[in-house]
């Protein structure tokens, strides 16, 4: 059973649509919630942590939100660009600070 | 900004041989992992490290793998007597807000 869950595991869209990408944890116990980005063949890139005491974190055109009652995340990405284009990450951190991850949302934004 | 270094970038081995992957994480922090991701699959942890000794590890740590903060700076991942299974790029990260390095290549042919 998957511990943590991302949906949709593919998504190709056109430039400039607004996109919302979903994460979802079997044990609703987590410690603090953050969202990686990864090229291909590359490292992890942290965009956004919502630390234990909040709900939600923006940056820029990135806005995460985190409901821990349900164990459930989404990242939206307002005004998607070609550069927006990567795996996107939202392991799971119980409170031991390791990292569970799923297999993440492959994006591809269209020119 | 302050990041995590991982050396080397890509390495070749033989089989059977022993690597040692080498990370600097950021100066203050105290907490230390290292997780690897074979090719198309998901990134997967390895060990974590505190106070100098391993505070958790995985089903995938075994014998074969050791880790040390040698100097109190560099941290590092040792796999003793390599397998061709051992491909994957091993990241390093540091803190309880995970900063990742940009990983190792690691093949062994």
């Known amino acids: 059973k998957q511990e943590v869950t991302q949906i949709p595991a593919a998504l190709s869209v056109p430039e400039g649509e607004n996109l919302v990408l979903n994460c979802s944890f079997t044990d609703s116990a987590i410690y603090n919630l953050q969202w990686f980005r990864q090229d291909p063949g590359k490292g992890l890139t942290s965009l956004l942590l919502i630390q234990s005491s909040q709900r939600e974190q923006t940056s820029g055109r990135l806005n995460a939100s985190l409901d821990k009652s349900s164990g459930r995340s989404t990242l939206y990405i307002a005004a998607s660009q070609p550069g927006d284009s990567a795996t996107y990450l939202c392991p799971r951190n119980g409170g031991t600070y390791k990292y569970i991850f799923g297999t993440g949302t492959r994006l591809k934004v269209l020119a | 900004e302050p990041e995590v270094t991982q050396t080397p970038s890509h390495q070749v081995t033989q089989m059977g041989q022993e690597v040692i992957l080498r990370c600097v994480p950021i100066s203050n922090h105290l907490y230390f992992y290292w997780y690897r991701q074979i090719l198309g699959q998901k990134v997967e942890f390895l060990v974590s490290f505190y106070n100098n000794e391993i505070s958790e590890k995985s089903e995938i740590f075994d014998d074969q793998f050791s880790v040390e903060r040698p100097d109190g700076s560099n941290f590092t991942l040792k796999i003793r007597s390599t397998k061709l299974e051992d491909s994957a790029m091993y990241f390093c990260?540091?803190?309880?807000?995970?900063?990742f390095g940009q990983g190792t290549r690691l093949t062994v042919v």
């Open positions: 990260a540091s803190d309880t807000e995970a900063f």
